[in-house]
């Protein structure tokens, strides 16, 4: 099974290459990092499957605007999750946000904001349990909460540590 997905992985990496070569503009490094091949055990911050209201947008230069997340759905006071083990390394404002860190290790770390705490710098957390609630916060207003993932530095886009991304294979009948 391990066999299987890490060969579709890189056939989407593959086709990436190819299709990105072929633009115009200059190639930017693959939307879908290999190290996303041995992931397993992550979740959704919130319950449930949220909304994705604003999708993850990776910008061609680190220093270009984008989106280095994802924007889910989520009222104001609904408990926020981790979204895979790890130890709780930041719960504090940045700028006018309380945002949560979580290192799980592996060079992956997530950031949830706006979030008010109910964890400790130092906790360690399995994917699910509770580490906050969202707030208000200038970036969503009580609407949404903003994920973000980084992969030894690089945002990567956190959906891909959800969702099955293997293209499909349709195979022959036989009767």
Known sequence: MKTKRI????????LSFISSSASASP??????PAALSTTAGWRWPLNGEPKILEPFD???QNWLPGHRGVDLAASEG?????PQRGKV??????????VVVIDHGGGFKTSIEPVTA??????????????GTVATGA?????????????????????LL?????PSILLPLHH
């Open 78 to 82: 609904a408990k926020v999750l981790a």
């Open 27 to 32: 190639p930017t490094s693959s939307p879908v």
């Open 58 to 60: 990776k910008p061609a």
């Open 118 to 131: 109910t964890v400790m710098v130092g906790d360690i957390v399995d994917a699910g349990d509770q580490v």
């Open 7 to 14: 060969f579709y992985l890189a056939l989407v990496l593959t």
């Open 89 to 98: 390394t930041f719960t504090s404002k940045v700028v006018d946000r309380p």
């Open 162 to 166: 959800i969702r099955d991304m293997r």
């Open 139 to 159: 970036h969503c207003s009580g609407r949404c909460i903003h994920w973000g993932v980084r992969l030894n530095g690089e945002y990567v886009d956190p959906v």
